[in-house]
């Protein structure tokens, strides 16, 4: 039997009831898949980063199926009461791990925490490269985690697997390495519910993503103002936390300028539960994001049943045919008539949501098992 050293940011292991963001709701339903469908070939270990654990005398190895051990620990932490920078006590529990693990393949999504490993077979899966979808942080930040790490990176990494094109466009650039494109699962959950869409006296809108001017909240509040002036009757649903005060308050200047509170809400954080009953409750999602390496969000509102409106951004830009044929209307929100044009006509005749096309493509077990055909080839070589 295998050995397999996965290295990913989980924050709960109560799977679905919180999270830190999309790479780690990914990891917890990949997670979940490993633990479900019991692929008794493999002996995994997980060392699960996560930021919210802060207990150091409850680290302790944990068996959650047969073949699946976890070890969750902090992402910072102090030595000799001293704090050291997080890259570097990733590090140490990493090698610490791969010593007495002894892993035939170390499988890391973050591609920092595999430098120094030799060894075993060296897998990294990269949700973001460079500046792609990164936010600056701070100028000696930016240099490493944009400069000095892809670079180093590369030295201990034998095979590149990306979520999205536009990652691997760019790696392509800079390695020589093998490099795979393999897309982020979506929670089975998602799939438990039809939604029947019935002509109806009011449009009930959801979005869900974080309130950052890249998510571009902005323009979907303008369009579902722009669909209230022509007359129809509708309401927003805004799902997410405030991560940027600046822009929290000029949307919420943006509502009061245009009166729009009473139709226009917003829910703050929830978790996957939460998020599927307000997906039940809706009509049409709507996710204007204006860069994505995946983007998630867009087709856990198809899975649910939701006819949805998205920029062309991430997956969807990638494989445009298929998502309009399984019922997305694709739009560019900076043309606003033309957009507005389009989101009435498509929520005139909304289509009914092809969800076995969708989770033929994206399910956690189709995505695992491409994971697994890349263990076999670099173990076979």
Sequence with gaps: MKKVLLI???STLDFGSSTKGGVDSVCQILIKDLIENKYNNYRFRILAFNPKFKEKNNISLTKISPNIDILQVPTQEKINNIRIPSIIVNLIRVHREV???KPDIVHSHQAPWLIGIKGPKRIATLHTYKNICRNPVSFLNDIFYAKLFPWLCNFYIDHYTCVGKSLALALK??????????GNPLNPLYFEQTINFKKLTNLKFITCALLTKRKRIDSIIKLIIRLYQTGIDVELTIIGPNVDNQYWQELHDLIEKENASQYITFVGSKNTGEIKELYENSHIGIFLSSEETFGLAPLEMLASGLPTISS?????????????????C????????EALAKVIAFTNQPPLIDRDALKNEFSANAVNNQYFNIYKTLLNA
């Design 330 to 337: 694709i739009i560019d929100p900076t043309q606003e008539e």
């Design 173 to 182: 650039n800079d390695v020589k390495k093998t490099t795979s494109i393999i």
């Design 8 to 10: 990913m940011p989980v």
């Design 99 to 101: 010593r007495e693990f």
């Design 312 to 328: 062309s951004v991430g997956i969807i830009e990638e494989r445009s045919e298929f998502f309009e044929r399984i019922g997305t």
